[in-house]
């Protein structure tokens, strides 16, 4: 699936958040994006379109199952990478070396994706 890094953002961010259980508020993707809400409406709009979320009325907004498992085999990629960057000695932060990993994780060819997730996942 062809992502954006700014595509990628959203749904790790969504990913966490669905991690407590609790509904996932267009709110809070903006505030903790530091987005407009009108922002996270678009996306969540291009993420139902890709059915990766449902969204409730009222805004409420649930990963699928399909969207779970995409967020959880970027979020791997994204952490491997990440690691990979920050082990080659870049001085990088760990939140800058991850934000590097989701551009160059999007600017990287399907078929190299699926063998970075193949690597990763064993």
């Known amino acids: 699936?062809?992502?954006?890094?700014?595509?990628?953002?959203?749904?790790?961010?969504?990913?966490?958040?669905?991690?407590?259980?609790?509904?996932?508020?267009?709110?809070?993707?903006?505030?903790?994006?530091?987005?407009?809400?009108?922002?996270?409406?678009?996306?969540?709009a291009v993420f139902r379109d890709k059915e990766l979320v449902i969204q409730q009325p009222y805004g409420k907004v649930h990963l699928t199952e399909y969207g779970r498992q995409t967020a959880g085999q970027y979020e791997r990629c994204v952490n491997n990478l990440a690691a990979c960057l920050i082990r080659a000695g870049l001085p990088l932060s760990t939140q800058e070396a991850q934000q590097a990993a989701c551009v160059l994780l999007t600017e990287l060819p399907e078929a190299c994706i699926r063998k970075m997730e193949k690597v990763v996942d064993n």
């Not at 954006?4 to 267009?26: A, F, Q």
């Open 1 to 44: 699936m062809e992502l954006t890094s700014t595509h990628l953002r959203y749904l790790l961010t969504m990913y966490e958040l669905s991690k407590t259980g609790n509904d996932i508020r267009l709110t809070e993707i903006a505030n903790i994006l530091h987005v407009k809400k009108a922002s996270a409406a678009r996306i969540v």
